[in-house]
């Protein structure tokens, strides 16, 4: 499937109120002419003014290219709806409580979003694609965006890759995998024309502000103590997010239905040196307030706290021709400075959330 300037595909996109799934939309709104329906049940971390924005920008060359559908897919009844009304060419499936600190807390939650909700739509999918006429069945295309914490955690040596065993050790990760394992099934049973990815930790402007790296940016801007889990030297690897979406485009075009894709960003950080990183940018910005470093604070770690990922993205490099373009320090100056200039958003969002930048997932 090719997602060109002229494509006149109907894309469904679920969790595009999200981090990254509103990250792809306003790629898509600018770079395409695809009608998008972004299904999102609008939970504490989803937002549209970024989306908004572009459309606004767009004008009249937008209209009508982005329709909001709030639902809740694990409502199997709500969700069959909203696949017949979208009637897609092409599925994105983003939606995911994806925060481990709270999937410890609140499992369920997890349970029914990551495997209840991928349930019900593959269900209603299999549905909708059985029906189609036989061009449109060819060319249909469902993509599922999940994460390297499946696989488990690694010591100093080694990669994750496409043949990795899964091993998940939280709540987030456990229904992550599940989601995967019910995917993958009903490629092999039903047929379903299917895409996998797993991708390394993303970052970058408009993430809701309990994920780590805005919330050090933010703590750090207001003075306050900037928690580190453990030693901090618990590493993953950084991709920048218009970098996964670039990949996940790439996908599309050129990836072979029924693979599965490892997307990394080739950024291995202890959790101490992103924190180090985005003081030493602050530091820059407001030397007034330098260093500050200072405000770091050592805390109980996370229970069950994975030690180590680190993706090999070979098979995307030599398959897709897709790699990187932002090194770490590019895409951390840029995310810092958007923080900065985007403050009241934050405000906003932790306001609706009623998240004060407290540690979550502590048993």
Request: aromatic content about 10%; overall charge neutral; glycine content about 8%.
């Amino acid at each position: 499937m090719c997602l060109s300037a002229d494509s006149t595909k109907k894309v469904l996109i679920t969790g595009g109120a999200g981090f990254i799934g509103g990250t792809l939309i306003r790629r898509l709104l600018m770079d395409t002419s695809v009608e998008i329906f972004n299904l999102d049940k609008m939970g504490y971390a989803s937002d549209l003014h970024g989306i908004n924005q572009v459309l606004r920008t767009l004008g009249e060359s937008a209209e009508g290219r982005h329709k909001h559908l709030r639902v809740n897919l694990a409502d199997s009844k709500s969700t069959s709806t909203a696949v017949s009304f979208a009637d897609p060419d092409l599925v994105i499936h983003l939606a995911a409580e994806s925060h481990v600190d709270r999937s410890i807390s609140s499992p369920l939650q997890f349970v029914e979003s990551n495997i209840i909700g991928t349930f019900n739509l593959l269900q209603a999918l299999l549905k909708h694609w059985e029906n189609l006429p036989t061009q449109r069945q060819r060319e249909f295309l469902m993509l599922h965006i999940s994460t390297d914490e499946v696989y488990g955690s690694l010591e100093h040596k080694g990669y994750f890759s496409e043949n990795s065993s899964y091993d998940p050790r939280s709540p987030y990760s456990a229904t992550k995998a599940s989601s995967d394992h019910l995917v993958n099934s009903w490629f092999h049973t039903y047929g379903l024309p299917l895409i996998r990815t797993n991708c390394s930790n993303n970052y970058g402007p408009w993430q809701f502000p309990e994920k780590l790296i805005p919330m050090v940016i933010l703590k750090a801007f207001s003075k306050e103590n900037i928690p580190i889990y453990g030693d901090g030297k618990n590493i993953r690897d950084w991709l920048f997010v218009e970098d996964h979406v670039e990949a996940l485009i790439q996908v599309i075009d050129k990836g072979e239905v029924g693979r599965n894709y490892c997307i990394g960003g080739l950024n291995e950080k202890t959790n101490l040196e992103i924190v180090e990183s985005i003081c030493g940018v602050l530091d820059l910005l407001r030397p007034k307030y330098a260093p500050h470093s200072e405000y770091i604070s050592y805390v109980e770690d996370r229970p069950g706290h994975d030690r180590r990922y680190a993706i090999n993205p070979e098979r995307i490099l030599r398959e897709i021709g897709w790699k990187p373009k932002y090194g770490f320090k590019q895409g951390i100056e840029a995310t810092v400075q958007w923080y900065l200039s985007n403050l009241d958003w934050c405000s906003l969002m932790k306001k609706k959330s009623n998240y004060k930048g407290e540690r979550i997932g502590l048993r």
